[in-house]
């Protein structure tokens, strides 16, 4: 009797301890990542609710060190060195805190990822950052707070964090030329495809660099995709920009040919807006 007692004590000891209870969380974690450039940034934070309170000079005090978001600390991680609020950060992951104010933030990377909720003061020696940034007035109201990139361009982007009424947006950029490089040469040396060679010629081209090896790129993924005349309306432009308008002209006017037979209206107003442009550059 004893033993099966004792048993029944285990057994039950047992479902208590793996018992796992799950329940909806009211700041629910998540996690956002965007590619600029070539460089990979990643940002985990936790996302509470207004529930109609106020959220700013009530829940969050201005002027008071916040963890921007909910439970542990917001963390950032970028892939490549970036500058972040025009200062420089090596690559790494980073807290994430800020400072709300009326009109704007105080916003710092700090190096400690793993401090839950916000310290009562930063350690000087582990910011990384202290940037600020303007806080905006928007509509409609968000009601969870929202972390997010916004402006995306190849060499930058803007952090923006918004919540109830108000939106902060922190700049980053990225310098991608030397990795773009690096991607180019390897490529090359290698069994290019029609699309390697095309994004190498735009890619020079886009940068003023090496126009004639861009056209020389781009002559190549026209031999493999004769009909592409995206590619083809790239090449005219690369021609135009070596001062060979004639040549320019006769390309653009092959590439809106077929882009008249495909009925893609983007690069039929394209190729007619640079033959006419070319046009009255040949008679200057």
């Known amino acids: 009797m004893k033993k099966t007692i004792l048993s029944a004590a285990i057994i039950f000891g047992l479902a208590f301890t793996n018992a796992q209870v799950k329940t909806p969380q009211p700041s629910p974690a998540a996690s956002v990542t965007q590619t600029v450039g070539l460089t990979e940034i990643t940002v985990d934070y936790s996302r509470p609710s207004a529930k109609e309170r106020k959220i700013f000079g009530d829940i969050v005090p201005l002027g008071s060190l916040w963890r921007t978001g909910a439970n542990s600390a917001t963390s950032i991680e970028f892939s490549t060195e970036v500058k972040f609020g025009g200062e420089s950060v090596k690559p790494g992951k ?169 009925d893609y209206a983007a690069y039929i107003q394209k190729n007619e807006e640079n033959l006419k442009k070319w046009q009255n550059a040949k008679k200057k």
């Open 94 to 262: 980073y807290a994430i805190y800020t400072v709300p104010r009326g009109d704007q933030w105080e916003v710092y990377l700090y190096s400690d990822t793993e401090v839950w909720g916000a310290p009562k003061e930063l350690d000087k020696k582990l910011v990384v950052v202290a940037t600020k940034a303007p806080s905006q007035k928007m509509e409609p109201r968000v009601e969870s707070f929202t972390i997010g990139f916004d402006d995306l361009r190849d060499k930058s982007a803007n952090l923006v964090m918004a919540w109830e009424n108000t939106m902060v947006k922190v700049p980053i950029a990225v310098e991608p030329h030397e990795e773009v490089m690096k991607s180019i040469k390897s490529t090359m040396s290698k069994d290019p495809s029609a699309n390697d060679f095309a994004a190498a010629g735009t890619y020079f081209y886009q940068n003023n660099m090496e126009l004639k090896t861009a056209l020389e790129y781009m002559t190549k993924a026209l031999d493999a995709s004769p009909k592409a005349f995206w590619h083809m309306s790239t090449k005219a432009e690369i021609q135009a920009a070596l001062g060979d308008y004639k040549g320019a002209m006769k390309t653009a006017e092959e590439a809106l040919g077929l882009a008249k037979e495909a």
